[in-house]
Nanobody, 124 residues
Framework: QVQLVESGGGLVQAGGSLRLSCAVS????????MGWFRQAPGKEREFVAT????????DYEDSVKGRFTISRDDAKNTLYLQMNSLEHEDKDHYYC?????????????????WGRGTQVTASS
C-alpha cells in the first residue's frame, strides 16, 4: 500500500522560510508526477506546484512563482517544497499528491494518492 507522509510545516514569521518534505513508501516514485496542494478550512483544495516524473518540468500557481520551489529526490523517494518569503496568505494545510501514470496537472482529481498534510502558518 502506498503511503505519503508530509513533514516540515510550522509557524514562521512573514518573510521566513520552510521546507516541506513528502516521504513516499510502498512504491517507487520514479515514474510518478507529483504535486503540492493547499487547503484552508471551508475552502476548496488549490494547486500550488507540480513536477514531472523526470523532474524536467515544473509548474507553479502564480502567487507562489519566484518564492516556492518544488523538487524531488527519487533515490530517497521524497518530494520537497522549498517555501521562501512566506506571506500571511500562505497559511494553509499543505498536501502532497502522486499520480502513478505520470500525468502533470493542476487538477487535484488527477492524483490518485494523497498524504494527510502538514500545517503552515506565517504570522503577519
Amino acid at each position: 500500500q502506498v503511503q505519503l507522509v508530509e513533514s516540515g510545516g510550522g509557524l514562521v514569521q512573514a518573510g521566513g522560510s520552510l521546507r516541506l518534505s513528502c516521504a513516499v513508501s510502498g512504491r517507487t516514485v520514479r515514474t510518478y508526477s507529483m504535486g503540492w496542494f493547499r487547503q484552508a478550512p471551508g475552502k476548496e483544495r488549490e494547486f500550488v506546484a507540480t513536477i514531472s516524473w523526470d523532474g524536467g518540468r515544473t509548474d507553479y500557481e502564480d502567487s507562489v512563482k519566484g518564492r516556492f520551489t518544488i523538487s524531488r529526490d527519487d533515490a530517497k523517494n521524497t518530494l520537497y517544497l522549498q517555501m521562501n518569503s512566506l506571506e500571511h496568505e500562505d497559511k494553509d494545510h499543505y498536501y502532497c499528491a502522486a499520480d502513478f501514470h505520470g500525468v502533470e496537472s493542476r487538477s487535484s482529481t488527477t492524483y490518485e494518492d494523497w498524504g494527510r498534510g502538514t500545517q503552515v502558518t506565517a504570522s503577519s
